[in-house]
């Protein structure tokens, strides 16, 4: 990557990974040519695997043709209102705040979540999201990001090899990610941990071929040929060796930051925050692919 280029971004901190992008030329990338565009802004993702608009002049529609520069974005999935007025098919709203009739704007409360990565349920997870801040509360509360190429790479030789061709039951059941849920929450019925994809826990990411570890969201999540003790007690292992990372770099996300994130290769959390002060954030998803095992 040339200078030139490289000059409209500074590294957040020696965390490993994540680019902060200057907003004019995140503008110039949405002008530029559509395959070169791509090409560029992949390069950067598969290199820092985070990109950030600091304080972005986005509007909600241009938020959008950014996100689509990197792929197609999913179109699927329930929508809301959001607090500006936009309305699309492409939007998903995060949002604490509620119209005065006390209906839910969006989904999610201020409960803080645990780790995870989005839409793993689906049987081709998106490989990015997209988060676009439009309000925030005092004290905004901190997303934080997580490498699933160094989770791997630090797994004990046991597990590793215990792990390598195994594959999880992704359940498209009760997939709240709230801390209090994932540690005090009781197990779903054995019927709904059966129902949803399996994907592999050591996947082979589609644009770098690295290996990584690719956790379900639940933690009392099903693993293929194995019982429900012997599952829980292996992903108890695996949560054990997530929960322990210090090594995660956090943002608190201010007013019109914009943040683009492989999906794939990061997973992440979310602090709470108190539940009187409204948080919006607009959700974007770019189509990615079914996972594929990196051993077989």
Same mark, same amino acid.
């Given at each position: 990557?040339?200078?030139?280029?490289?000059?409209?971004?500074?590294?957040?901190?020696?965390?490993?990974?994540?680019?902060?992008?200057?907003?004019?030329?995140?503008?110039?990338?949405?002008?530029?040519?559509?395959? #070169?565009?791509? +090409?560029?802004?992949?390069? @950067?993702?598969?290199?820092?695997? !985070?990109?950030?608009v600091? *304080? /972005?002049?986005?509007?909600?529609?241009?938020a959008?043709?950014?996100?689509?520069?990197?792929?197609?974005?999913?179109?699927?999935?329930?929508?809301?209102?959001?607090?500006?007025?936009?309305?699309?098919?492409?939007?998903?709203?995060?949002?604490?705040?509620?119209?005065?009739?006390?209906?839910?704007?969006?989904?999610?409360?201020?409960?803080?979540?645990?780790?995870?990565?989005?839409?793993?349920?689906?049987?081709?997870?998106?490989l990015?999201?997209?988060?676009?801040?439009?309000?925030?509360?005092?004290?905004?509360?901190?997303?934080?990001?997580?490498?699933?190429?160094?989770?791997?790479?630090?797994?004990?030789? #046991?597990?590793? +090899?215990?792990?390598?061709? @195994?594959?999880?039951?992704?359940? !498209?059941?009760?997939?709240? *990610? /709230?801390?209090?849920?994932?540690?005090?929450?009781?197990?779903a019925?054995?019927e709904?941990?059966?129902?949803?994809?399996?994907?592999?826990?050591v996947r082979?990411?589609?644009?770098?071929?690295?290996?990584?570890?690719?956790m379900?969201?639940?933690?009392?999540?099903?693993?293929?040929?194995?019982?429900e003790?012997?599952?829980?007690?292996?992903?108890?292992?695996?949560?054990?060796?997530?929960?322990?990372?210090?090594?995660?770099?956090?943002?608190?996300?201010?007013?019109?930051?914009?943040?683009?994130?492989?999906?794939?290769?990061?997973?992440?959390?979310?602090?709470?925050?108190?539940?009187?002060?409204?948080?919006?954030?607009?959700?974007?998803?770019?189509?990615?692919?079914?996972?594929?095992?990196?051993?077989?």
């Amino acid at each position: 990557m040339s200078n030139s280029v490289l000059e409209h971004f500074g590294l957040m901190d020696n965390s490993g990974f994540g680019v902060d992008l200057n907003d004019r030329y995140a503008h110039d990338l949405v002008q530029r040519d559509a395959n #070169d565009a791509r +090409r560029s802004l992949r390069s @950067l993702l598969d290199r820092f695997l !985070l990109v950030r608009v600091v *304080q /972005s002049t986005f509007t909600s529609e241009e938020a959008i043709q950014f996100a689509a520069i990197v792929g197609d974005i999913l179109g699927d999935r329930e929508v809301g209102t959001t607090s500006i007025g936009s309305k699309s098919a492409e939007l998903k709203v995060l949002s604490s705040a509620r119209t005065e009739s006390g209906t839910s704007i969006g989904d999610k409360g201020a409960d803080a979540q645990v780790w995870h990565t989005d839409g793993s349920q689906r049987n081709q997870p998106n490989l990015y999201t997209i988060l676009f801040a439009k309000k925030i509360p005092p004290n905004p509360p901190k997303t934080s990001f997580l490498s699933a190429y160094s989770l791997y790479e630090t797994l004990p030789l #046991d597990l590793k +090899r215990t792990i390598s061709k @195994l594959q999880a039951v992704h359940s !498209l059941h009760n997939r709240s *990610q /709230s801390v209090e849920a994932f540690f005090d929450g009781v197990a779903a019925p054995l019927e709904q941990r059966l129902e949803g994809p399996r994907h592999p826990l050591v996947r082979r990411h589609p644009n770098t071929n690295r290996p990584l570890l690719y956790m379900p969201r639940r933690r009392d999540a099903l693993i293929e040929g194995m019982g429900e003790a012997q599952s829980r007690e292996l992903m108890e292992r695996l949560w054990a060796h997530v929960l322990v990372r210090t090594d995660f770099h956090s943002i608190a996300l201010e007013e019109n930051d914009l943040v683009l994130f492989d999906n794939c290769a990061l997973l992440h959390n979310r602090e709470g925050w108190d539940s009187k002060h409204d948080r919006t954030v607009l959700h974007l998803a770019i189509e990615g692919q079914a996972p594929e095992p990196m051993y077989r």
